[in-house]
């Protein structure tokens, strides 16, 4: 049988995913939080959802299966309408059939968020204790994304091979960010040409120095430098460039194991 992976990033990012699933309620509401993306993406979808819910046909623990340009999205009943909280009951049942469903359509993997929690109004461990009974009964792999990270593709075989921290609050190997001539920090070729604000929120700036990256050859070639290094920067531990370099470290070394190394540089070495 196949654990659930809890891993991080954006679900809507990668372009490894071809099975989504998220929590719903059963009133024809996708208006708030990661429902919403849904409903923005599948219009279509949306519209069939809401008609399955006047008609009383999408009732708690039930699942709405839509297929559309390869792509497979589970809608799970998980909430009876957005005033009230979901229920367990209903996302084990959904969940299971879920499974059953993916089982005869030959889909491996399904990539979900953190259903019935926050919005949901549930705890999470105890979601999460839902999600774990139900993967240990099948074979199809559950991704949920337990950490959001915009802009950051989530991966199917997540590790950690570059830790991103703080550089006035923790050890580092390389600083990546941009000079700061009051701390001693020359301008790092890593730092992120593009800023908050004047270039976009966090995601479209993410996004714009991943493809900038990937744009200058003698960078793609230098990731070798960071590998299992721990970046300095200081957005962390908000999302931030660093973990787009970590993901790129993570696609030129594909699934091979690393060895951690200990820190070599502080930001407090300097004082």
Excluded at 97 to 105: G, Q, V
Excluded at 201 to 216: A, C, G
Aim: glycine share 8%.
């Amino acid at each position: 049988m196949m654990p659930v992976k809890f891993v991080e990033g954006d679900l809507f990012v990668s372009t490894e995913i071809k099975a989504y699933a998220h929590g719903c309620n059963c009133a024809g509401a996708m208006g708030r939080g990661i429902a919403l993306e849904f409903k923005a993406h599948w219009p279509k979808m949306y519209e069939e959802y809401k008609t399955r819910c006047s008609r009383g046909e999408f009732t708690l623990g039930d699942v709405f299966v839509w297929e559309e340009e390869g792509q497979t999205i589970f809608n799970l009943g998980t909430q009876p309408d957005w005033k009230r909280s979901a229920r367990l009951t209903a996302i084990s049942s959904s969940v299971n059939k879920m499974l059953e469903e993916a089982e005869k359509r030959n889909i491996e993997e399904i990539a979900l968020p953190q259903i019935g929690a926050g919005l949901g109004g549930l705890k999470w461990q105890d979601v999460k204790k839902t999600l774990e009974e139900s993967g240990r009964l099948t074979n199809i792999q559950l991704l949920v994304v337990e950490n959001y990270k915009p802009g950051i593709a989530i991966l199917s075989e997540v590790k950690i091979w570059n830790k991103v921290v703080h550089c006035q609050k923790e050890p580092y190997d390389i600083y990546i960010g941009r000079g700061i001539s009051n701390y001693g920090l020359p301008q790092s070729k890593w730092g992120n040409p593009f800023k908050l604000g004047r270039d976009g929120n966090r995601k479209e700036v993410l996004e714009k120095y991943n493809q900038w990256v990937r744009s200058h050859p003698e960078l793609m070639e230098s990731i070798v430098e960071l590998r299992n290094k721990t970046l300095g920067c200081w957005c962390a531990p908000l999302s931030c460039h660093g973990d787009v370099l970590s993901r790129l470290v993570q696609e030129v070394y594909g699934k091979e194991e690393v060895v951690p190394i200990k820190p070599q540089l502080s930001f407090f070495d300097d004082f």
